[in-house]
C-alpha cells in the first residue's frame, strides 16, 4: 500500500506528536520510555509529554503526581533518548472559570516547556452519560453546546495556554444523539471560539484522538480548521492524545493533513522560553486515496 491510501493508525516519520499521557496521568497506563522508544521505532522526532493536572478535588488528576515528580521523570527520560528523540516537559490543564485563579497560580510558580489548556467533562456537567440523552432532547442544538463552547472560549481569553487541545471534544459525550455531521452542519457555532483564537494568538490543537473514538474525526474537523485559516488563524499543532501505547501518534498523518489543507506549513508550538515552529512534511499535502 502507499501512504495515500494505508488506514488510518499509528502514523510514522513525522516530526512532532504534541500530546502524550504517561503512567503519570490517572488514566494512562504507559512508561514514558515505552513512547520515546516508539518514536525512534516509529520516527517521530519530538514529544511532548503533557500528563493531566486538575484543579477540583474530585477528579482524578488532582494531586495524582506532584510537579517534582512529573518535570524529573520527563527531564531524565530527556536525557537518557538525547540524539533520538526530542522529548519535551509539557502539560495538559484542566480549564474550568470557577478554577481559573488557581490554574494561573499554577502556571506562575510552575515552569513548562509547553502547556495545553483543555476543558473536559466534569462530575456536575449536563453531558455526562446519565443526562446527556434528556439535555440534548429539550434543546436546540446551539443550547447543547453551549456550556462547553463558553467554556473553551473562556479558556482562550484567559491567555494562559499556549494551545487550546481538542477544541470540541464535547463531539465525543454527544455521540449519537447529535452527530458529528449535525455540527457539521452549523459551522457558525464555531465562530466565537475560532475568533477568540486568532485574537489571542492561542494556538489551535488538531487532536487525532476522535479518529479512533465514536466520533470519527478529528477534533475539530479538517473543515473547522479550514475556517480557523480563513478567520486568519496562524499558529496550528497536532497531537495523537495517547493514553495508551498503541494510541501512541495514532491518525496523527491525518491532523497533519488537516493542517496542509487549510493551507498551513507548519506547526507551532514552544519549547521552554522559546516559540517553535516545524514545518509539515510534503507527503502531508498528497490527497488520501
Given at each position: ?137 429539550g434543546n436546540t442544538l446551539a443550547e447543547v453546546v453551549r456550556p462547553y463552547f463558553d467554556e473553551v472560549e473562556a479558556a482562550i481569553r484567559s ?38 483564537l486568532v485574537e489571542t494568538g492561542t494556538a489551535l490543537e488538531i487532536n487525532t484522538s476522535g479518529l479512533r473514538q465514536a466520533a470519527s474525526e478529528t477534533y475539530p474537523s479538517p473543515a473547522i480548521v479550514a475556517r480557523y485559516r480563513a478567520l486568519g488563524g496562524r499558529r496550528v499543532t497536532a ?51
Open positions: 500500500m502507499t501512504a495515500a491510501t494505508d488506514p488510518i493508525g499509528q502514523s510514522r516519520d513525522l516530526p512532532l506528536d504534541g500530546h502524550l499521557h504517561t503512567n503519570l496521568s490517572p488514566d494512562s497506563d504507559v512508561p514514558i520510555d515505552v513512547y520515546a522508544a516508539q518514536a525512534v521505532e516509529r520516527g517521530i522526532a519530538e514529544l511532548a509529554i503533557t500528563d493531566h493536572v486538575d484543579f477540583d478535588p474530585r477528579y482524578p488528576a488532582y494531586d495524582y503526581a506532584d510537579f517534582a515528580t512529573r518535570e524529573r521523570t520527563v527531564r531524565e527520560a530527556a536525557e537518557r533518548w538525547a540524539g533520538q528523540v526530542s522529548i519535551l516537559f509539557g502539560v495538559e490543564l484542566t480549564y474550568e472559570r470557577r478554577h481559573e485563579d488557581a490554574v494561573r497560580e499554577h502556571l506562575h510558580s510552575h515552569a513548562y516547556d509547553y502547556a495545553i489548556g483543555s476543558v473536559h467533562v466534569g462530575l456536575d456537567s449536563p453531558y455526562v452519560a446519565a443526562r446527556v440523552a434528556a439535555f440534548v432532547a491567555g494562559l495556554f499556549d494551545t487550546i487541545g481538542h477544541l470540541d471534544f464535547v463531539k465525543r459525550y454527544l455521540y449519537p444523539h447529535i452527530t458529528p455531521g449535525d455540527l457539521a452542519a452549523a459551522p457558525e457555532l464555531y465562530e466565537p471560539l475560532l475568533r477568540a497531537g495523537s492524545d495517547a493514553h495508551r501505547a498503541d494510541w501512541f501518534a495514532f491518525g496523527l498523518e491525518e491532523g497533519y493533513r488537516a493542517a496542509a489543507r487549510a493551507g498551513f506549513e507548519r506547526l507551532t508550538f514552544r519549547r521552554g522560553a522559546e516559540a517553535a515552529t516545524v514545518d509539515l512534511p510534503a507527503r502531508a499535502y498528497e490527497q488520501r486515496g
